[in-house]
T-cell receptor
Framework: GAVVSQHPSRVICKSGTSVKIECRSL??????MFWYRQFPKKSLMLMAT?????????EQGVEKDKFLINHASLTLSTLTVTSAHPEDSSFYIC???????????FGQGTRLTVV | ELKVEQNPLFLSMQEGKNYTIYCNYS?????LYWYRQDPGKSLESLFV?????AVKQEGRLMASLDTKARLSTLHITAAVHDLSATYFC?????????????FGEGTQLTVNP
């Protein structure tokens, strides 16, 4: 099946710094990717839709200047958490559609801890 | 706004028993997904249900979809400890960018020996 690779799997950063998370589709092209955030013992909340060749679409309440999304190619989307604060600590998961959009494949997730 | 509700949110059951997790959603949808999540891990795809009356089975898990009732069920047969995990249903639609999903709250399943 299709594989989505997310990197890093775990990162610790200091408050005020920026962190970049990569999401790659390894054996298929994805013009659209999705970024989700998950708090401990909670569900996944869609943050934004990453669109290759155009601006990302952010969900209501998500700060686009804080969570920068770049869909650099048909196989790579990046999420940069800028000026990170402890409240940005969370589990971030990307997904990409395959199989004509029917299947949703998820990356391994990134555990971000801001200290 | 699409809403997805799961119940129960917490389920503790004995090995060998059967139980059903329910997933209700608020608007018409074309696709219903079930995922499993282990602690600290990402999502593992279990089932994709695409049409009314769809039923899929894998091992001790069986999922069904009733689009008229806007209800999906995940039935667990003769539970074993290895099934302990959090189970999410998610709803998507053809009219949206492929696979944009709205998730239920999740059901935390614990199977006791």
């Amino acid at each position: 099946g299709a594989v989505v690779s997310q990197h890093p799997s775990r990162v610790i950063c200091k408050s005020g710094t920026s962190v970049k998370i990569e999401c790659r589709s390894l054996d298929f092209q994805a013009t659209t990717m999705f970024w989700y955030r998950q708090f401990p013992k909670k569900s996944l909340m869609l943050m934004a839709t990453s669109n290759e060749g155009s601006k990302a679409t952010y969900e209501q309440g998500v700060e686009k200047d804080k969570f920068l999304i770049n869909h650099a190619s048909l196989t790579l989307s990046t999420l940069t958490v800028t000026s990170a604060h402890p409240e940005d600590s969370s589990f971030y998961i990307c997904s990409a559609p395959a199989g004509q959009g029917v299947e949703a494949f998820f990356g391994q997730g990134t555990r971000l801890t801001v200290v | 706004e699409l809403k997805v509700e799961q119940n129960p949110l917490f389920l503790s059951m004995q090995e060998g028993k059967n139980y059903t997790i329910y997933c209700n959603y608020s608007t018409t949808s074309d696709r219903l997904y079930w995922y499993r999540q282990d602690p600290g891990k990402s999502l593992e795809s279990l089932f994709v249900l695409l049409s009314n009356g769809a039923v899929k089975q894998e091992g001790r898990l069986m999922a069904s979809l009733d689009t008229k009732a806007r209800l999906s069920t995940l039935h667990i047969t003769a539970a074993v400890h290895d099934l302990s995990a959090t189970y999410f249903c998610a709803v998507g639609g053809w009219e949206t960018s492929g696979s944009r999903l709205t998730f239920g709250e999740g059901t935390q399943l614990t199977v006791n020996p």
